[in-house]
C-alpha cells in the first residue's frame, strides 16, 4: 500500500498520489495520462482526476501499478477498476494492466481471436485479470518477446495450458521448459495473421509479432517517445548488441504496421507509411550515432552476456 507520508513532494493535492516507492515503468502514465506525468526518476500527479471517467482511469492506474505506489487518501471502490482489465485497444487486442514487479512493470496484451487467443508478455498473476482472460477465450499461445519480460509464464501456462513461444537465445534456467523455442533470424509465421520477427539487439533472442498486418508488438525493441514526438530505441538500455539493434530496426522498416505496442514505453499509432518512415528514421539516427540516450522509460534489468 502506497503511504502517504512518503509522497513525492511533485504531486498536486489532493485525493491520489504516488509515494517515493515508484519505480518509474510508466504504466500509469499510459492508463491514466490525464492524471499522471514524468519526473526525473519516478511518474506524480499532475492533476487530480475530475469527473468519473478520469476517476475511473486513475484507479485502474492504481489497480496496475506493479508497487503499489499509488494512493488514495479517501475510500474508494475498485471493483470496476479491477474488472476493467485486459483494457480494449482495438480490434480485439486489449492492454492487460496488472504489471508485474519481476519484469519492472512491462506491458503484457492479449489477442483476443476466434482461432485462439495470443497472451504477449506476462502480467502479474492477479485472479481479477485471469478471470477476465478466462471469460474472452483463455489463452492458446503465450508470446514472449524476450527473456526480461517473462513474470508470471509458468502460472499462466499451468492454468490456461497455453504454449509459450521464446526464441532460443533467451532461454534461461527459468524457461528452459518453454513449448515452443524459435531460432535464427527469419520470420515464422504461427498462422496467417501472426507473424513472428526476430529482433535481435537488445537481447539475443528479441523478437516482436506482427498481428494482422496492423500491430507491432515491440517487447523492449522500440517504442514511442512522446517527448521528442518519435520512434525512439535507447543504447542505455541495450543489453547486448547496439549494431544488432540497428540492424534490426532497418529490417523492421520493410514491414507494414500502425500501431507499435511495445514492453515499456509508450504506444502509438500512425498512418503505416509514416510509421515506416518513423521506424527508417530511427534506424538512421541509430547509424549515425544521433540518437540521443534518453531511455525515455526505466527498464529495471542489467546487462548479461549473451
Ligand atoms: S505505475 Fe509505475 S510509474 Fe506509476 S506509480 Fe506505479 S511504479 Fe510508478
Not at 498536486?12 to 515503468?25: A, E, K, L, N, R
Not at 479491477?82 to 514487479?101: K, N, S, T
Not at 537465445?169 to 513449448?179: C, H, I, K, S
Request: overall charge neutral.
Amino acid at each position: 500500500m502506497a503511504a502517504f507520508a512518503q509522497r513525492l513532494a511533485a504531486n498536486v493535492p489532493g485525493d491520489f498520489f504516488v509515494d517515493s516507492t515508484c519505480i518509474d515503468c510508466g504504466t500509469c502514465r499510459q492508463v491514466a495520462p490525464a492524471s499522471f506525468a514524468e519526473g526525473s526518476d519516478w511518474s506524480f500527479v499532475h492533476h487530480q482526476p475530475a469527473g468519473e471517467a478520469e476517476v475511473h482511469r486513475a484507479r485502474m492506474a492504481l489497480v496496475a501499478c506493479p508497487v503499489a505506489a499509488i494512493g488514495v487518501g479517501s475510500r474508494h471502490a475498485f471493483g470496476a477498476a479491477r474488472a476493467a482489465f485486459p483494457d480494449p485497444i482495438e480490434d480485439g487486442v486489449h492492454y492487460c494492466g496488472y504489471a508485474a514487479e519481476s519484469s519492472y512493470g512491462a506491458r503484457s496484451y492479449l489477442i483476443v481471436r476466434p482461432r485462439g487467443n495470443i497472451l504477449v508478455d506476462s502480467p502479474r498473476y492477479a485472479t481479477p485479470v485471469v478471470e477476465r482472460i478466462d471469460a474472452l477465450g483463455g489463452v492458446r499461445w503465450m508470446f514472449l518477446t524476450h527473456r526480461d519480460d517473462v513474470a508470471d509464464h509458468k502460472r499462466f501456462h499451468s492454468r490456461f495450458r497455453c504454449d509459450r513461444i521464446l526464441h532460443r537465445a533467451d532461454l534461461e534456467p527459468d524457461t528452459r521448459g518453454v513449448e515452443i523455442q524459435l531460432e535464427g533470424e527469419a520470420p515464422v509465421a504461427l498462422d496467417d495473421e501472426a507473424l513472428l520477427v526476430p529482433v535481435p539487439g537488445h537481447t539475443p533472442g528479441s523478437t516482436g509479432l506482427l498481428y494482422r498486418g496492423r500491430f507491432l508488438f515491440s517487447g523492449d525493441h522500440a517504442w514511442w517517445d512522446p517527448q521528442r514526438g518519435r520512434v525512439h530505441a535507447s543504447k542505455s538500455v541495450c543489453w547486448y548488441d547496439w549494431r544488432k539493434q540497428t540492424e534490426s530496426m532497418a529490417r523492421l522498416a520493410s514491414l507494414r504496421f500502425e500501431w507499435l505496442l511495445p514492453g515499456h514505453g509508450t504506444r502509438c499509432r500512425l498512418p503505416a507509411e509514416q510509421m515506416c518512415k518513423e521506424i527508417e528514421r530511427c534506424a538512421a539516427r541509430m547509424r549515425r550515432g544521433t540518437n540521443g540516450d534518453r531511455p525515455g522509460m526505466q527498464i529495471g534489468t542489467t546487462p548479461r552476456t549473451a
